[in-house]
């Protein structure tokens, strides 16, 4: 199958959205396009044959003729460190994909939606952002955690369409320092965010989880201890370097 294939792909933009976080946007030969959710292969090939591979989540939305990633770099991290810092315009790597079937969302699903993001879990969220406004009419609830504000991906986006869109509430918990005048202390994830920022399960949303295992551990066991019906809760976990 092609997705299964490695496809060559070129830098053509990268921004910046955070100090340690960049949004890479590459033109992949022969990509047959995405579904929000999904994810690509990325490989990394030396001059001596050495080769390393990760995955990452797709941020742009459906339709899109190029793939966008948000690399966030990690401490010794051997392919994030040279995405984030030596992967220049016109460069070339490998792509795979897309890949995923479960962690996706498509414009005909009418119910609600409640997306938990951690870190940069948020990436594939926001892709489904990104995508309801080209025909979806399912009410969105985001729920971002970051450490600090520093550390908030795509923050005036986001800003930008909560402002723009009736159908689209976002909410940030800060996990370590909060902006002043926050009237929630820093800390993980609570069920009072759910409560105050989520919905309630009698209109029966459809939950995305994405973030680090402890994250998606954590919060999926918060959204089952609120009511939420497990079949309705989907985990999209990450690692790695």
């Not at 390393?52 to 941020?59: E, G, L, N, P, V």
Request: neutral net charge; contains cysteine.
């Amino acid at each position: 199958m092609t997705r299964r294939a490695w496809l060559p792909a070129a830098l053509v933009e990268r921004r910046p959205e955070t100090p340690s976080a960049n949004t890479l946007v590459l033109q992949v030969e022969g990509w047959a396009g995405h579904v929000a959710g999904q994810h690509v292969d990325v490989r990394l090939t030396s001059q001596t044959g050495y080769q390393a591979a990760r995955s990452y989540s797709i941020a742009a939305p459906n339709g899109s003729e190029q793939v966008e990633i948000t690399v966030q770099r990690l401490v010794d991290g051997e392919v994030s460190s040279y995405l984030s810092d030596s992967f220049a315009v016109g460069d070339r790597i490998e792509v795979r994909g897309p890949l995923g079937g479960w962690f996706i969302w498509t414009v005909e699903q009418p119910e609600p939606v409640l997306l938990v993001g951690g870190g940069s879990g948020l990436v594939p969220l926001m892709a489904m952002v990104r995508t309801r406004p080209c025909g979806g009419s399912a009410p969105f609830r985001l729920i971002c955690s970051a450490r600090t504000p520093l550390d908030r991906l795509y923050a005036s986006e986001l800003s930008r369409r909560h402002a723009e869109d009736a159908g689209l509430e976002v909410a940030w918990v800060h996990t370590r320092t909060a902006p002043a005048g926050d009237s929630r202390s820093p800390g993980r994830l609570r069920p009072t965010d759910l409560t105050s920022h989520g919905w309630p399960p009698v209109v029966e949303p459809t939950c995305y989880v994405c973030g680090p295992t402890g994250f998606v551990e954590a919060a999926a066991a918060l959204l089952l201890a609120a009511g939420h019906d497990k079949k309705r809760i989907r985990t999209e976990r990450f690692g790695g370097v």
